[in-house]
């Protein structure tokens, strides 16, 4: 990797979209603060409390209002039609009715609001005329709680009504899309207007003192003047001064390097290797322990897990220290991304109070100084040999306890190793990411047929994992992965052409072994755990089927109990679980757990997720993160190595996973680890201003060993 330069277009390119970025959510947290009407940093709309009818509960049958699927709406059976709907949450303190109707066969129509105690008994009826849009309503209802509401419609027999969304609300509902729009526009075109001054005045001030510099600058390369004597360490550290890399580099080394010295020389070499291999293949195991029983969610396992993994974390750097610690060029946008994503978190650590917490700190530290160890050693791309070592190994352990211990039931997606089918999918594309990877290494291998069994065998069983778990983004994911594998090899043909009939023979043979693996493991986990009765069931499980709730109604006829605990994919409202969250947005996070119906919800979007959980600015290093380990992706595809094309492909794989999933499970999924961690191998650079770095650290060393550079 040459060394980069913090000047090119590229960066100057993610430089804009940073600010781009920081107007945009800027004025956005003005304008939901000027509609919710209150400065609230915590909860931006403060819109108070707020109860959704879901499209389940708005396309019920009953007696008297007959629901058509193809028009979408009720047909009304009876001139006094009454249909009712229970209130799934605190039964005070509602004030506004927000009915929307998309479509009605009449002008207006006559209803009745009836209103319904904890008894069922009925406490008051409230006129209102309901029209085409929107209807607002105040609540008239008195003191007595609200366990029911019924509307009644007089002399509408035989007439059409759609109701598109329906809502009880605390306080009146200030936003509306129009209105959201119009100052969104108004205030990002004033940002732009600012900054474009700005902007013009910061270039003519750049000039001049660009000017007044370069008259009295003496252009010379890097330690080319140290004398004789003079404190390297001093001239070092001048250099590099005023960028907080070095300052963070410089607290890694105080922190790790005296312990990493006092281990290399008790340690051999072999042993280190072996450790650090074992300790990986625990790592990823770990992990997923800690997912499954919940430790990631449960504040007092959380505050011990993140310990444990920390110093996990630091066992494996300190056993990869090869060589006296030196200054790294960090200075390019992912790095600083990859910064600031974990100052956010820190910062909302300290501002919300939570158990659930503390990722920023061991990331910063544990992780930062495994990455920096990490890009000192003699070989980096070795540790990244150990990692796909370990995911292999771990992955077929997985595939036994899956066959064992893990029934996949009829009509129901496949959770695999995980709680949940989501997550599996994330982890069967991970794996199907390595196997591509190992299979890149196979051309110019001596016996090739018996080593590309594994990685075809691999990929192989990754692929039906996917289709096992059933989620799109998985699919998606093994479309976008499949298509950068066969880029990859289209750029490095060279390495394959000259055998390309060897490899295919090779290939076809091992393919016929993993199809024949598929079906072992295809039977063993629909029969072999009840037979041998060593069926797991999890207790976070989620249980997810792709059928219609009638569909699913019929299989549990089939099969009584069957469907017990499954939810249907047809049910999730992704448009319900969204506005839930974006509704309640803030600057510093928020640690309560969003429910609806008095059961918690997932956010199925990661980037509304981390909004939600560590504030809203959290975004921009996010994205910026994506932006940079994608674009550094595609520009090494052509000329990159395979361990790159491993960083890319994880990058890739999260990526598919965020628009609809909860792609960020912190410290809970292999993945996870394998995106933060990984891209510390495009952190650091090799170029010149580093080896000169390198050759003071290691002549500082043999001085404080007592030896001077001329006598070495």
């Known amino acids: 990797m040459q060394e980069e330069n913090y000047g090119t277009t590229r960066y100057k390119r993610i430089k804009l979209v940073t600010i781009l970025l920081l107007g945009l959510l800027l004025c956005y947290s003005a304008?939901?603060?000027?509609?919710?009407?209150?400065?609230?940093?915590?909860?931006?709309?403060?819109?108070?409390?707020?109860?959704?009818?879901?499209?389940?509960?708005l396309q019920q049958s009953s007696s008297n209002w007959q629901y058509s699927e193809e028009e979408q709406g009720y047909w009304i059976q009876k001139n006094k039609a009454l249909k009712k709907w229970k209130i799934e949450k605190k039964a005070t303190g509602w004030s506004f009715l927000y009915l929307n109707v998309k479509e009605m066969s009449a002008e207006?129509?006559?209803?009745?609001?009836?209103?319904?105690?904890?008894?069922?008994?009925?406490?008051?009826?409230?006129?209102?005329?309901?029209?085409?849009?929107?209807?607002?309503?105040?609540?008239?209802?008195?003191?007595?709680?609200?366990?029911?509401?019924?509307?009644?419609?007089?002399?509408?027999?035989?007439?059409?009504l759609s109701i598109q969304?329906?809502?009880?609300?605390?306080?009146?509902?200030?936003?509306?899309?129009?209105?959201?729009?119009?100052?969104?526009?108004?205030?990002?075109?004033?940002?732009?207007?600012?900054?474009?001054?700005?902007?013009?005045?910061?270039?003519?001030?750049?000039?001049?003192?660009?000017?007044?510099?370069?008259?009295?600058?003496e252009d010379a390369g890097p330690y080319f003047d140290i004398l004789p004597g003079t404190?390297?360490?001093?001239?070092?550290?001048?250099?590099?001064?005023?960028?907080?890399?070095?300052?963070?580099?410089?607290?890694?080394?105080?922190?790790?390097?005296?312990?990493?010295?006092?281990?290399?020389?008790?340690?051999?070499?072999?042993?280190?290797?072996?450790s650090r291999k074992l300790l990986w293949c625990f790592l990823f195991q770990w992990m997923t322990a800690a997912n499954v029983l919940g430790w990631c969610t449960d504040g007092q396992a959380h505050r011990y897990y993140m310990l444990s993994l920390s110093l996990i974390f630091l066992m494996?750097?300190?056993?990869?220290?090869?060589?006296?610690?030196?200054?790294?060029?960090?200075?390019?946008?992912?790095?600083?991304?990859?910064?600031?994503?974990?100052?956010?978190?820190?910062?909302?650590?300290?501002?919300?109070?939570?158990?659930?917490?503390?990722?920023?700190?061991?990331?910063?530290?544990?992780?930062g100084i495994l990455i920096f160890i990490w890009n000192n050693g003699k070989n980096p791309k070795k540790l990244i040999h150990e990692m796909l070592w370990a995911l292999e190994l771990d992955f077929g352990?997985?595939?036994?306890?899956?066959?064992?211990?893990?029934?996949?039931?009829?009509?129901?997606?496949?959770?695999?190793?995980?709680?949940?089918?989501?997550?599996?999918?994330?982890?069967?594309?991970?794996?199907?990411?390595?196997?591509?990877?190992?299979?890149?290494?196979?051309?110019?291998?001596?016996?090739?047929?018996?080593?590309?069994?594994?990685?075809?065998?691999?990929?192989?069983?990754?692929?039906?994992?996917?289709?096992?778990?059933?989620?799109r983004s998985g699919y998606a994911a093994a479309g976008v992965l499949l298509s950068i594998f066969i880029i990859w090899n289209i750029y490095h043909r060279k390495n394959w052409l000259s055998q390309w009939k060897i490899l295919i023979a090779c290939g076809c043979k091992a393919g016929i072994i993993a199809v024949l693996c598929v079906c072992i493991v295809h039977v063993s986990t629909k029969f072999l755990p009840g037979t041998l009765g060593t069926e797991w069931n999890f207790e976070q499980e989620y249980l997810v089927s792709s059928l219609e709730p009638e569909q699913m109604a019929e299989f549990d006829m089939l099969e009584p109990g069957l469907m017990e605990g499954?939810?249907?994919?047809?049910?999730?409202?992704?448009?319900?679980?969204?506005?839930?969250?974006?509704?309640?947005?803030?600057?510093?996070?928020?640690?309560?757990?969003?429910?609806?119906?008095?059961?918690?919800?997932p956010s199925n979007n990661t980037y509304i997720q981390m909004m939600y959980r560590y504030g809203i600015f959290i975004l921009i290093p996010f994205l910026v993160l994506q932006i940079s380990l994608m674009g550094?992706?595609?520009?090494?595809?052509?000329?990159?190595?395979?361990?790159?094309?491993?960083?890319?492909?994880?990058?890739?794989?999260?990526l598919c996973f965020c628009f609809v999933t909860d792609a960020d499970v912190p410290a809970g999924h292999p993945l996870w680890f394998c995106y933060y961690i990984g891209m510390g191998y495009w952190f650091g650079s090799t170029g010149k201003h580093t080896e000169n770095n390198r050759i003071i650290a290691e002549a500082l060393l043999l001085r404080n060993d007592g030896q001077t550079n001329r006598e070495k």
Not at 198 to 216: D, L, S
Not at 574 to 579: E, I, L, R, S, T
């Open 397 to 471: 352990l997985a595939v036994v306890i899956c066959m064992i211990f893990r029934t996949k039931k009829l009509a129901v997606r496949y959770n695999g190793i995980f709680p949940d089918a989501q997550q599996f999918s994330m982890y069967a594309a991970l794996m199907l990411a390595v196997f591509l990877v190992e299979m890149g290494n196979l051309p110019g291998q001596k016996n090739l047929f018996k080593k590309s069994i594994w990685p075809v065998t691999g990929a192989v069983l990754s692929l039906f994992f996917l289709q096992r778990a059933g989620s």
């Open 566 to 601: 499954v939810h249907s994919v047809k049910e999730t409202d992704y448009g319900m679980y969204w506005k839930n969250y974006i509704r309640r947005l803030g600057l510093t996070g928020s640690n309560q757990e969003m429910k609806l119906r008095r059961e918690p919800i």
């Open 316 to 367: 494996i750097a300190v056993l990869s220290w090869e060589r006296p610690l030196c200054y790294r060029n960090w200075k390019n946008p992912l790095c600083l991304a990859w910064i600031w994503l974990w100052l956010g978190t820190l910062l909302s650590d300290v501002f919300v109070v939570s158990d659930y917490k503390w990722h920023g700190i061991p990331m910063l530290l544990a992780g």
């Open 31 to 57: 304008v939901m603060m000027h509609i919710g009407g209150s400065f609230n940093i915590r909860e931006l709309l403060s819109s108070g409390r707020v109860y959704d009818f879901t499209r389940e509960e």
């Open 165 to 217: 969304s329906m809502q009880l609300r605390e306080n009146a509902r200030g936003f509306s899309v129009q209105r959201f729009g119009k100052l969104m526009a108004v205030s990002y075109l004033g940002f732009l207007a600012a900054l474009a001054v700005f902007w013009q005045i910061w270039n003519r001030a750049g000039k001049r003192m660009a000017m007044q510099e370069v008259n009295g600058r």
């Open 632 to 654: 550094k992706g595609i520009q090494r595809i052509k000329k990159g190595t395979r361990e790159e094309l491993w960083v890319f492909m994880t990058g890739a794989v999260l």
């Open 231 to 274: 404190d390297k360490t001093a001239v070092q550290k001048r250099r590099n001064k005023g960028s907080c890399f070095d300052a963070l580099q410089e607290i890694y080394q105080i922190l790790i390097e005296d312990i990493c010295r006092w281990v290399h020389k008790r340690t051999s070499s072999k042993g280190r290797i072996v």
């Open 108 to 160: 207006s129509m006559d209803i009745r609001i009836i209103y319904y105690n904890k008894a069922g008994e009925k406490v008051i009826e409230q006129p209102h005329v309901l029209t085409k849009g929107e209807n607002i309503v105040i609540l008239q209802y008195p003191g007595e709680e609200l366990y029911r509401m019924g509307i009644r419609i007089y002399g509408a027999k035989g007439q059409f």
